[in-house]
């Protein structure tokens, strides 16, 4: 085929790659040593590279020859490493172990610079023409947090939002929102972006012991919106993991008979929306999209009924009849809530708040909070991505992979939120990746512009390739085949030419 002529950059892409060291091997899939990959467009030819992060947690697994440290479904015993891991830091006798730096979920642009990030305090500067793997930076330096999560939002000015989870820190377990800036004043220099972190604010875990887990959260305009799930993890059972010999994935439970809360934290004035807001126990690791509309807070998610997802990637699952033996036993489902921030205050207790045209509902309680139900728009469809320029604001197109009830994605769609139309590429024994919209440079809709996607093929005959779509009609532009094995990854981004520094730099 023929790739668009404007299509210069970088699609760098992270995710699982090493399963065996030595005689040992990891548990669970999203254990793996992180291995990015890359594909360069250069005036209409591609070219692939490949590489592990050479993470701290990489040399000392590989000069040991076996697994030495711990990931989240693998504990490892005992550790030469003594002195990268295992300083952890004692409070009211319970240990949170220090963390991983196998970066493998992401990759964040920090002003001109690009991270390799998971879910710990960890993340990897990274080089992304050569993939070489450069320091490391620890958050817990800059802000008092434990885990952070790998989804972060970018605001127009260039700065960074993220979120983390700090616990048991001076007998209080919070969530707290952080900003990077994308530069620091010139007089600075020499320092790095994450000397001038700010806290936005802080939201108390509704529970001292058992903080809700968190994958990514959503962003409006004026508003940041954190769902505080019922899907959480247990600190005493975590500190004591290494000794009870079990793993940390072990230590997270999801209690069905909880609520799901809502948290707006009103970007400007830094502090929380008071009406308290909640819906049904619920599980979700991806946000797609929020905005404002008439006093109304509009945000989509893709959630699950129960925490099947996870436990379908343990290896001893992903087997030869993987697919036909591992049946979720939630489906992902394409929620839209409509929250009211601005409502009659003496609504009748039990009346319908949602004032815009939606199934979605808000019904006033007795005791001032109120009970939230979804519009269903779809299921069966994860890893979603927008045209992140419409991020925070009211967007029509959603690109996702198509998952129905096995855990492995057939096929990517594009979903019209407002018509409900879904168009679709699949081909047989295709499995494609997050697909990632690039919008074209004279772009005057949403979807102007092309979707990529890496398909690793499940039939070991044939090379795997990437596939480059016409976002709008989803008609194949072209593909370029590898041949090399590639592995399914999880999350990645485009960089235009213009965002890389040239090699002199």
């Not at 700090?166 to 994450?194: A, M, N, R």
């Not at 855990?407 to 990746?433: A, G, R, Y």
């Amino acid at each position: 085929g023929q790739l668009p002529a404007w299509l210069q950059g970088i699609l760098l892409r992270n995710g699982p790659g090493m399963h065996t060291i030595g005689d040992t091997k990891y548990n669970h899939w999203f254990d793996g040593l992180a291995l990015l990959h890359s594909f360069t467009f250069k005036n209409g030819e591609v070219y692939y590279r490949s590489k592990y992060l050479r993470s701290d947690t990489y040399n000392c697994n590989v000069e040991a020859n076996r697994i030495v440290v711990s990931e989240f479904g693998t504990m490892a015993y005992p550790d030469p490493c003594k002195n990268l891991f295992a300083k952890a830091f004692s409070y009211l006798s319970h240990t949170i172990p220090e963390f991983t730096d196998n970066c493998l979920i992401n990759i964040m642009k920090t002003g001109d610079d690009f991270y390799a990030t998971s879910e710990t305090n960890f993340i990897r500067k990274i080089n992304p023409q050569t993939l070489e793997t450069l320091e490391k930076v620890d958050y817990s330096k800059y802000v008092a947090v434990n885990v952070a999560t790998s989804h972060p939002h970018y605001d127009s000015a260039g700065n960074i939002l993220n979120m983390g989870t700090s616990i048991v820190d001076k007998g209080k377990t919070k969530y707290i929102l952080f900003k990077i800036p994308p530069s620091v004043p010139e007089k600075e220099k020499k320092k790095s972006c994450f000397k001038h972190l700010e806290v936005v604010c802080s939201i108390p875990s509704r529970s001292l012991l058992h903080p809700s887990y968190y994958h990514s959260f959503g962003i409006t305009e004026n508003y940041i919106v954190f769902i505080e799930q019922p899907f959480k993890l247990d600190i005493v059972k975590m500190a004591t993991a290494y000794i009870r010999h079990v793993n940390w994935a072990s230590c997270l439970a999801y209690h069905k008979e909880d609520k799901t809360w809502f948290h707006f934290v009103d970007k400007k004035t830094k502090k929380e929306v008071s009406t308290k807001f909640y819906t049904d126990a619920m599980v979700l690791f991806h946000h797609i999209n929020a905005y404002e509309e008439d006093g109304h807070i509009i945000f989509d998610i893709i959630a699950y009924t129960d925490n099947s997802l996870y436990d379908m990637f343990y290896l001893k699952n992903l087997n030869k009849d993987f697919e036909e033996s591992n049946k979720l036993t939630s489906l992902p489902t394409f929620k839209r809530f409509v929250v009211p921030l601005q409502y009659d205050k003496d609504a009748e207790v039990g009346s319908n708040l949602v004032t815009l045209p939606s199934t979605a509902t808000a019904i006033k309680e007795k005791d001032g909070s109120i009970y939230c139900q979804p519009e269903i728009l779809c299921e069966g469809i994860e890893l979603p991505r927008i045209n992140y320029d419409y991020n925070g604001k009211k967007c029509k197109y959603v690109f996702a992979t198509e998952v129905r009830w096995s855990p492995v994605p057939t096929k990517i769609i594009k979903f019209n939120i407002q018509t409900k139309e879904m168009l679709h590429w699949e081909e047989d024994h295709c499995w494609p990746s997050e697909p990632i919209f690039v919008p074209s440079p004279d772009a005057r809709e949403e979807d102007d512009g092309i979707v990529l996607t890496c398909v690793v093929m499940s039939d070991p005959k044939k090379a795997p390739f990437l596939l480059v779509l016409d976002a709008k009609t989803f008609k194949e532009l072209g593909r370029a085949t590898v041949d090399v094995e590639m592995h399914l990854d999880l999350h990645g981004m485009f960089i235009p030419e213009k965002d890389l520094k040239t090699e002199t730099e």
